[in-house]
C-alpha cells in the first residue's frame, strides 16, 4: 500500500530500528515508547485492522504470536512478564491502518488495560 507508513518501513524507504525479522513478519522498537520495552508487530502483508483477518490469512495470526514470544526472549523480559495490544479502529486507539500488535514491558505496567 503505497501510503501506508508501515508499508513503508516494510520496503526499507522509512528507517526503523529492527529487532526480529523473518519471511512473514517485521518487529521494530516504537518510535514513542511508552515502557522500557515497546515493540510494534507487523506482518509484511499489508492487513488493515484485526478485523480484516479471515480463514484466508490465519497463519498472520499465529505468525504474530510466534514473533511475539520471540521478540520477548530477544528483549528479556519473557519470564518478568509483557503485555500484547492490537488496537482496532479508532475508539480502539488504532492510527496506523496496518495491523500491528504493540509489545510492553520492561516495568510493571500499572493500567489493567492501559
Ligand atoms: P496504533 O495507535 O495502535 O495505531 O499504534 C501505532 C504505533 O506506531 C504508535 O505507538 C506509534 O508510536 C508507532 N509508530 C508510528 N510511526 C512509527 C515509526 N516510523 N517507527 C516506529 N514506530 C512508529
Ligand atoms: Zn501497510
Known sequence: MPDCIFCK?????????????DDNILAF?????MAPVHVIIIPKKHI???MDL????ID???NLISAAQKVARIKNISDRGFRTVINCNAEG?????????????GRKLQDPLG
Open 29 to 33: 522498537n516504537d518510535i514513542q515508547p
Open 48 to 50: 488493515a485492522t484485526l
Open 60 to 62: 498472520v495470526t499465529s
Open 93 to 105: 486507539g488504532q492510527v496506523v491502518f496496518h495491523l500491528h500488535m504493540h509489545l510492553l514491558g
Open 54 to 57: 479471515d480463514a484466508k490469512n
Open 9 to 21: 518501513i516494510i520496503k526499507g524507504d522509512i528507517p526503523c530500528s529492527k529487532v526480529y525479522e
